[in-house]
């Protein structure tokens, strides 16, 4: 069998399932972030890599200040659904020897301008050379207080769900210059108790599920209101990626603050109730929707 | 210019020269390994990430298990010459879609077999796909205490330089197999003051100089003394990579003790003292070696 016929998660799923996780270990493979035990009593130190290649993150006429600016989101866009605050970044750049010295200078005045933006430390970087494509792979290490670590996994049925921004049509731009929602995503969490959350970086309809079966529940989806960012088609926003937007479920009781006092702090940015978590019924369990043709599973 | 034209240090140092760096950090780019300050104030947080890419750093003929253990072990041997201690591992794997989900499978028995053997956790995992080679980028978290933290830039003139081992020949076999000096480290710096450390992973020829420029100081090798693998010439033992010992400077008043106390210590594994530090001239401050050819440099 090979990559292609088997999916990430499931690949991840079996190769990470059986590790020796020490008790210091809070969230380990799965969740956006590692999130882990130290020996300070307020903070959870919290661990992200990812990375981007050309020609499947990026097309490799991208401006390399872009390429080099979404390198370091996407983890940040991990640190945001944790809502925890990124600190340092290690970069390992794997570039053919014939790139343009000229190209790496741009790139890394994307990636410096890029921690810079959410006062991150570059603090190390490795480069190799490859017969390959350009793949650049940044890590990312931080903290967040104990009390306001967020999973997927602590979503509860009867649950609001919630998106920020629009959905669908960020292939064309916004994939290479988009913004995490790290502010959005502390304010939360200061302010209310977020259950469950990530960041939509394969499609809601990827995406979801994930949030679901990790909390261990269903849910429901009123398509009609998802936000569509113009042009885009309801199925833009259920199955295209790298909206790098937030969803979390919040307990019906805080509906009407949150929105409230969500329209006071980020009046730019939209916040949308998109469903809510239901139960899980027997039946259902082994039935968890791929993608939009069976976008709704409930109880 | 390409990026063939202009070396690796050269490259990261133009790079990376100019970043703002808080002053929680130690070692920043340059070092083997970023070193930060957090609130713990016994011990440094430290962080390496670092990267095999198919056909630079293994053959694809290579044991799938291998490419796993020299994947966890090149960064950990990072961690030997900071004399700090590995917790958490990230894996980020770049592999084409044709790739055989059973080669990933024996991989990823490399590479918990090497973090098992060092106690890491590894707490995350990304997968992408690529046109180009299988690549492995790992990025390592963990700790050491503040007072017996090493970086390059502490050698003395008049140090004695040991290395760990024996040198030249690791091409063959040892580069996929080698065990980081990280007990043998952890060792020195409980028991000796080291000025500085690194691990030799290019070569004597071009490390040494690193050592050295990191502490402004010159050096001088015996070459004639140089712990040479079975079969490898003096020239192997300084211009072949990939050894990971480790090279280190020690006061010459402790040569006496650390020689008879490593061999109590570690029977099978040699220590050689190679050669010494010696003061800059003015002279030579721009004539750093950079192979064999100049492979000496006093004052």
Redesign the interface.
């Known amino acids: 069998?090979?990559?292609?016929?088997?999916g990430?998660d499931q690949?991840?799923g079996?190769?990470?399932s059986d590790?020796?996780?020490?008790k210091?270990?809070v969230h380990?493979?799965g969740d956006d972030?590692?999130v882990?035990k130290?020996?300070?009593r307020r903070?959870f130190?919290v661990?992200?890599?990812?990375?981007?290649?050309a020609?499947?993150?990026f097309l490799t006429t991208a401006n390399a200040r872009d390429v080099g600016w979404k390198a370091i989101m996407r983890p940040l866009s991990d640190f945001a659904a944790t809502s925890a605050l990124p600190?340092?970044a290690?970069?390992?750049l794997?570039?053919?020897?014939?790139?343009?010295?000229?190209w790496?200078?741009k790139l890394?005045r994307g990636l410096?301008r890029a921690a810079?933006r959410f006062k991150v430390?570059?603090?190390?970087?490795?480069?190799?050379?490859?017969?390959?494509?350009v793949?650049i792979?940044v890590?990312v290490?931080g903290f967040v207080e104990r009390d306001r670590c967020v999973s997927r996994g602590g979503g509860k049925v009867g649950d609001d769900l919630f998106v920020t921004g629009r959905l669908g049509g960020a292939m064309k731009q916004k994939h290479l210059q988009f913004v995490p929602r790290i502010a959005e995503s502390r304010w939360l969490t200061n302010n209310f108790s977020i259950h469950a959350m990530m960041d939509l970086s394969d499609g809601l309809g990827a995406d979801l599920p994930r949030l679901a079966v990790a909390s261990r529940v269903g849910f429901t989806v009123e398509t009609e209101n998802l936000p569509l960012t113009r042009g885009a088609k309801i199925e833009d926003a259920i199955s295209k990626g790298e909206d790098y937007e937030l969803l979390f479920a919040i307990s019906p009781r805080d509906r009407t603050r949150l929105e409230r006092e969500w329209r006071k702090k980020f009046q730019k940015l939209p916040l949308t109730r998109i469903g809510s978590l239901s139960q899980l019924s027997t039946k259902n369990k082994q039935l968890l929707p791929r993608g939009y043709v069976h976008f709704q599973q409930s109880g």
Do not use: W
Request: overall charge neutral; proline content about 7%.
């Open positions: 069998m090979k990559l292609r016929e088997i990430e690949l991840l079996q190769l990470l590790l020796p996780l020490a210091a270990v380990g493979p972030c590692a882990v130290t020996r300070n903070n130190l661990l992200k890599t990812d990375c981007v290649v020609g499947v993150h600190q340092f290690l970069i390992t794997i570039a053919p020897e014939q790139t343009k010295v000229e790496v200078e890394y410096r810079k430390n570059i603090v190390g970087g490795e480069t190799s050379s490859t017969p390959g494509p793949a792979s890590s290490v």
